[in-house]
């Protein structure tokens, strides 16, 4: 199973600040994803890489950026934090030479703007 | 579009066994995922079946039928620890997962 790592776990910050969300695992799996995901709802894909220098946006990509230059880090970042962006957000990945290629979870950011 | 059902919310008591049921709609299908999500936590991988039939691992079991576009989700001996949210997922054809908006199952001693 992964070793994926999110930090902060918990974050409050204002309307228009720059905020990193940071994410890294151990396990040298090729394909990263970030989730949105309110409570009670489905998770929507924000972006997504198939390896390093690779960057794909997902349902929910207009408002932030990642970037993808070591295996295991995958930052997201968004440019001015709206209240709309108050939300749960899940790091994943999965490790495409796998059969089944299962997504594995870090444990989430719960952002908070005010 | 493409979408995928399952019931909001189910309640079994403890000892008993639930079924969760999922029907999908998707542009080509290329598996389908069951994971668990306790309240605030993060989605755990439980299941995962692409050929129709029934996989089983130990107190949890998963059904497909592709011509239906069903699933389940059959869980036996419920614990109050398996009191969580119950995600189904399939991998569309261009191998992109679609979500669910998962089951909350309630259990009750």
């Known amino acids: 199973e992964a070793d994926i790592y999110q930090t902060p776990r918990y974050l409050v910050i204002g309307t228009g600040k720059k905020i990193t969300l940071e994410c890294s695992q151990t396990m040298g799996h090729d394909k990263m994803y970030w989730y949105q995901q309110d409570p009670g709802m489905e998770l929507h894909l924000i972006h997504y890489?198939?390896?390093?220098?690779?960057?794909e946006k997902g349902d929910l990509s207009s408002e932030s950026t990642v970037s993808r230059i070591r295996t295991e880090h995958f930052p997201l970042t968004l440019e001015s934090a709206r209240p709309s962006h108050t939300s749960q957000y899940l790091c994943?990945?999965?490790?495409?030479?796998?059969?089944?290629?299962?997504?594995?979870f870090g444990p989430g950011t719960r952002l908070t703007v005010l | 579009g493409q979408n995928i059902d399952q019931p909001t919310e189910m309640t079994a008591t403890e000892g008993a066994i639930v079924q969760i049921n999922c029907t999908y709609q998707t542009s080509g299908f290329n598996g389908l995922f069951w994971y668990q999500q306790h309240a605030g936590e993060a989605p755990t991988f439980l299941s995962y079946n692409v050929l129709d039939g029934l996989e089983e691992k130990g107190r949890f079991s998963s059904f497909l039928s592709r011509s239906k576009g069903y699933s389940y989700l059959l869980l036996k001996e419920l614990q109050m620890k398996d009191s969580a949210s119950y995600l189904c997922?399939?991998?569309?054809?261009?191998?992109?997962?679609?979500w669910g908006a998962g089951t909350k199952l309630i259990i009750k001693p």
């Open positions: 997922a399939v991998r569309s054809g261009n191998y992109q997962l679609i």
């Open positions: 890489s198939y390896g390093v220098n690779s960057t």
């Open positions: 994943a990945s999965s490790d495409l030479a796998g059969d089944v290629d299962t997504q594995y």
